[in-house]
């Protein structure tokens, strides 16, 4: 029955929200018993364990449902969605926008995403160009692979050149590093569950609606899975670590982009991006042009009325007209 089908998206919904805060909590843990930077933590450890829901999500949409068109649908809808957060993250601060609270590091990882972005968007456009393999691969899977690890290391080298300022006092001494690392294993499988799961639903979704998988995945499923990033950063701004909120969307952005290229190595039928719908184009596009307007908020420093400012105005305009056009185009 079709509200069992509801009933199962919330329940992975509390299940993701309960334990992406979990995972926020430890996660603060570890970057102070380790001193890491907030800007490295959120960039690679915190975004990558976020994105854990799409990770699975992307693996069981391909071998349970055999829907491609979902996985990439979710892995750039969810870009969307990070990008949105943000922005409700800035107006959330109360200390001013943190476009003024951030390191340099944080243009480079905007950047890199939109290069990023740009190498799935060419094929999507050019479907000659998404049908030229290397064995079943695509032509952009190893080149997306390489830019993402060495933007990785670039910003790391950038962070180490412009340390962030770090408050020395220690708000965790009486927890255990090995102890945290555990419930922060535990925390990062329910999550994992709760992804696999959310592959099938959103094929049931998808057939009892008649709407589109592309759209599906890029606007229901992709919110949903983007939930452990919303808790964590919202989380890590309530500490004050504004780097590592900011870092955890734009790195779980980066990040996604090369989980395509994870699965079109494990889609054995060909390039992935040849067997998806051009509708993702419209998302692909719409992350470009989000991603470009948070850079200018970094260059420029948007000023806030009323905690809205410019820069969240144009983000919240292009992600609802990027969502209409996704829907009107799987209509």
């Keep these: 029955m079709a509200y069992l089908v509801w009933l199962e998206l919330a329940i992975c919904i ?28 959120g960039l690679v450890l915190i975004s990558i364990t976020t994105s854990l829901p ?14 491609p068109d979902l996985t990439v649908g979710n892995l750039l809808g969810a870009n969307t969605f990070n990008l949105f957060n943000l922005a409700l993250l800035d107006m959330a601060s109360r200390s001013g926008s943190i476009m003024l609270a951030v390191g340099k590091g944080q243009k480079l990882a905007g950047w890199y995403g939109i290069i990023l972005v740009a190498l799935i968007a060419i094929p999507l456009l050019f479907q000659s160009l998404a049908d030229i393999r290397l064995g079943w691969l695509g032509l952009t899977t190893p080149i997306i692979m390489i830019i993402y690890l060495f933007s990785i290391r670039q910003i790391f080298l950038s962070d180490k050149k412009n340390p962030a300022v770090t408050n020395e006092q220690s708000k965790y001494e009486t927890h255990s590093l090995k102890r945290t690392f555990i419930l922060f294993t535990i925390s990062a499988l329910f999550i994992i569950g709760a992804g696999i799961w959310l592959a099938t639903i959103g094929e049931d979704i ?25 808790t964590v950063s919202f989380s890590a701004l309530r500490l004050g670590a504004v780097d590592m909120a900011m870092s955890n969307m734009l790195g779980s952005n980066m990040f996604n982009m090369f989980l395509i290229c994870f699965d079109d190595i494990i889609y054995t039928k060909g390039p992935i991006l040849s067997a998806v719908s051009s509708n993702n184009l419209i998302t692909a596009v ?7 307007i948070t850079l200018a908020g970094l260059y420029f420093k948007p000023r806030r009325l009323f905690r809205l400012s410019w820069y969240n105005i144009l983000i919240f305009g292009i992600f609802i007209t990027g969502a209409y056009l996704n829907f009107a185009a799987n209509r």
């Design 14 to 41: 509390l299940i993701i929200f309960f334990f992406g805060h979990r995972v926020a909590i430890y996660g603060d843990i570890i970057a102070e018993k380790t001193r890491l930077g907030g800007l490295w933590i």
């Design 286 to 292: 719409t992350i470009i042009v989000l991603t470009l």
């Design 54 to 67: 799409e990770l699975f999500n992307g693996v069981s949409s391909i071998f349970i449902v055999n829907a």
């Design 206 to 230: 998808s057939r009892i609606t008649g709407l589109g998988e592309s759209f599906i995945g890029s606007i229901l499923i992709s919110f949903t899975t983007t939930l452990p990033e919303i």
